[in-house]
């Protein structure tokens, strides 16, 4: 630890700051079941607003500068309303988070993902999706896109043809594409050697769950 670090934790002790109900250390050695289950019980304090006091002291922070370890891989959407770490009720250092429109899986997000699972030793991935996607609604609109927002509705198009397909429309073909993307997109991550392998170990599960914008609730995909 470097000297400022030092001084700086010394000036935090002495001052009595840092306390918090959320403690880092007590989830980085979370297995894939026990990961699952504090995303859950965190999910259930923000629907009720039971929320914790999440830990942002400076000792908190200088001692993360030292290095990470978080518990959980989320591969979400970049939608404003849907923050993972507020979702989850987590504070710094406890989930790493990979976030892009349409909780899409290209290989960069992908290498994100086998660097969470292989280089920090994160034991639980899930994709993420959410109910009223814009991303998902512009890929079953169709039409011109411009720039390289074409790339994220390529990756999404096949779950539409899927629904359209099964003759759904309206609210219903909404909610089927993104049951279906996030389960596309969870094929890719399950397809990398990388994410396999330590699933065949019992050291990694991959799991895909969706968000409801107005309740807060994140559903648990089967």
Same mark, same amino acid.
Request: with cysteine; glycine share 10%.
């Given at each position: 630890?470097?000297?400022?670090?030092?001084?700086?934790?010394?000036?935090?002790?002495l001052?009595?700051?840092?306390?918090?109900?959320?403690?880092?250390?007590?989830?980085t050695?979370?297995?894939?079941?026990?990961?699952l289950?504090?995303?859950?019980?965190?999910?259930a304090k923000?629907?009720?607003?039971?929320?914790s006091q999440?830990?942002?002291?400076?000792?908190?922070?200088?001692?993360?500068a030292?290095?990470?370890?978080?518990?959980?891989?989320?591969?979400?959407?970049?939608?404003?309303?849907?923050?993972?770490?507020?979702?989850?009720?987590?504070?710094?250092?406890?989930?790493?988070?990979?976030?892009?429109?349409?909780?899409?899986?290209?290989?960069?997000?992908?290498?994100?993902?086998?660097?969470?699972?292989?280089h920090?030793? @994160?034991?639980? +991935?899930?994709? #993420?999706?959410?109910? *009223?996607?814009?991303? !998902?609604?512009? $890929?079953?609109?169709?039409?011109?896109?411009p720039?390289?927002i074409?790339?994220?509705i390529?990756?999404?198009?096949?779950?539409v043809?899927?629904?359209?397909?099964?003759?759904?429309?309206?609210?219903?073909?909404?909610?089927?594409v993104?049951?279906?993307?996030?389960?596309?997109?969870?094929?890719?991550?399950?397809? @990398?050697?990388? +994410?396999?392998q #330590?699933?065949?170990? *019992?050291?990694?599960? !991959?799991?895909? $769950?969706e968000?409801?914008l107005?309740?807060?609730?994140v559903q648990?995909?089967?």
């Open positions: 630890m470097s000297l400022l670090a030092a001084v700086l934790v010394l000036i935090v002790v001052s009595g700051c840092g306390t918090s109900n959320k403690k880092t250390s007590e989830v050695s979370f297995n894939s079941s026990q990961a289950e504090e995303l859950k019980e965190g999910n923000f629907v009720t607003g039971q929320v999440i830990e942002t002291s400076v000792m908190q922070r200088v001692s993360l030292e290095g990470q370890e978080p518990f959980a891989v989320i591969v979400g959407c970049s939608d404003s309303r849907v923050p993972p770490e507020l979702l989850f009720d987590q504070g710094l250092g406890e989930i790493f988070v990979a976030r892009v429109a349409g909780n899409v899986v290209d290989p960069v997000v992908l290498g994100s993902v086998e660097y969470a699972v292989d920090l030793h @994160s034991s639980l +991935v899930v994709v #993420l999706g959410h109910q *009223g996607c814009g991303a !998902v609604s512009a $890929a079953i609109d169709g039409g011109e896109q720039g390289d074409p790339a994220i390529s990756l999404i198009q096949p779950s043809d899927q629904a359209k397909a099964q003759g759904l429309t309206g609210d219903a073909e909404v909610e089927k993104t049951e279906l993307n996030i389960n596309s997109s969870l094929a890719a991550v399950n397809a @990398s050697p990388v +994410v396999s #330590l699933v065949k170990e *019992g050291k990694l599960k !991959v799991v895909g $769950a968000y409801q107005a309740t807060g609730f648990w995909l089967p």
